[in-house]
Nanobody
Framework: QVQLVESGGGLVQAGGSLRLSCAAS????????LSWYRQAPGDQRKWVAT???????AYADSVKGRFSISRDNAKNTVYLQMNSLKPEDTAVYYC????????WGQGTQVTVSS
């Protein structure tokens, strides 16, 4: 059973930075497509960024130029570096692994104060 565990969330002031991590159980990160999503209160879960097994990256327009997704296959971990944070980035952030099926982490809260 694949498990994904996010960490790195917290409270930060606008303009600050955070780095989220998502650690996967088992040596599978290198073979899958990894994504970050976020869900703000009262809103639906929305896609933030994706990195493929080949290293291609894609970002939602709302975070392009501020967020960066990366992966460390040796550590079975995917990261989301978030810079120039805005209050509207406040949400629970989830990582997702697409391999034989979709796997989701439990989420980590990010709160950006103005």
């Amino acid at each position: 059973q694949v498990q994904l565990v996010e960490s790195g969330g917290g409270l930060v002031q606008a303009g600050g930075s955070l780095r989220l991590s998502c650690a996967a159980s088992g040596n599978i990160v290198s073979r899958g497509v990894l994504s970050w999503y976020r869900q703000a209160p009262g809103d639906q879960r929305k896609w933030v960024a994706t990195i493929t097994s080949g290293g291609s990256r894609a970002y939602a327009d709302s975070v392009k130029g501020r967020f960066s997704i990366s992966r460390d296959n040796a550590k079975n971990t995917v990261y989301l570096q978030m810079n120039s944070l805005k209050p509207e980035d406040t949400a629970v952030y989830y990582c997702k692994l697409d391999i034989d099926r979709m796997y989701w982490g439990q989420g980590t809260q990010v709160t950006v104060s103005s």
